[in-house]
């Protein structure tokens, strides 16, 4: 009999790392976007960034749990996934960063640039341990 889920990911140190980080990222898009916010451009793009990672990290889940990753062997999934996390520490400390300095001490703006900080140190530990994972050998059924 098949197994359609692989619930494996998700229960790893890594998949709880993404799951905490798409609610943090969704907390800091909610946060921004329920306010009318003075400079559009700094907020627009850490609308877009917070939104776009979102959408990654739900994307990135849904493969892996619906195990692409072994069907996709020809793809390495440990360095995909680093990159990914890189790519979107880089963005999103970037965003947090500029939102910070426009907040100009809008409560709800604040909270909107912390969550974003928290979210890139999570980045961080996931970005590690992506890194850990590459150096090490694994079998093909280990989950990270």
Same mark, same amino acid.
């Given at each position: 009999?098949? *197994?359609?889920?692989?619930?494996?990911?998700?229960?790893?140190?890594?998949?709880?790392?993404?799951?905490?980080?798409?609610?943090?990222?969704?907390?800091?898009?909610?946060?921004?976007?329920?306010?009318?916010?003075?400079?559009?451009?700094?907020?627009?793009?850490? *609308?877009?960034?917070?939104?776009?990672?979102?959408?990654?990290?739900?994307?990135?889940?849904?493969?892996?749990?619906?195990?692409?990753?072994?069907?996709?062997?020809?793809?390495?999934?440990?360095? +995909?996934?680093?990159?990914?996390?890189?790519?979107?520490?880089?963005?999103?400390?970037?965003?947090?960063?500029?939102?910070?300095?426009?907040?100009? *001490?809008?409560?709800?703006?604040?909270?909107?640039?912390?969550?974003?900080?928290? +979210?890139?140190?999570?980045?961080?530990?996931?970005?590690?341990?992506?890194?850990?994972?590459?150096?090490?050998?694994?079998?093909?059924?280990?989950?990270?």
């Amino acid at each position: 009999m098949m *197994e359609f889920l692989f619930l494996d990911y998700l229960l790893s140190k890594q998949g709880i790392l993404k799951i905490a980080q798409l609610v943090i990222l969704l907390v800091a898009f909610a946060c921004v976007r329920s306010t009318w916010y003075n400079s559009f451009y700094a907020y627009g793009f850490y *609308e877009g960034v917070t939104l776009g990672y979102s959408v990654t990290i739900v994307l990135y889940l849904f493969l892996t749990v619906f195990g692409l990753q072994k069907r996709a062997s020809f793809v390495n999934w440990l360095i +995909a996934e680093f990159v990914l996390d890189t790519l979107g520490f880089i963005f999103i400390s970037t965003g947090s960063i500029i939102a910070a300095l426009k907040s100009f *001490e809008v409560p709800v703006l604040v909270a909107a640039s912390v969550c974003g900080l928290l +979210a890139s140190y999570l980045l961080v530990g996931s970005v590690i341990l992506s890194f850990v994972a590459t150096q090490r050998p694994q079998s093909a059924d280990q989950p990270v």
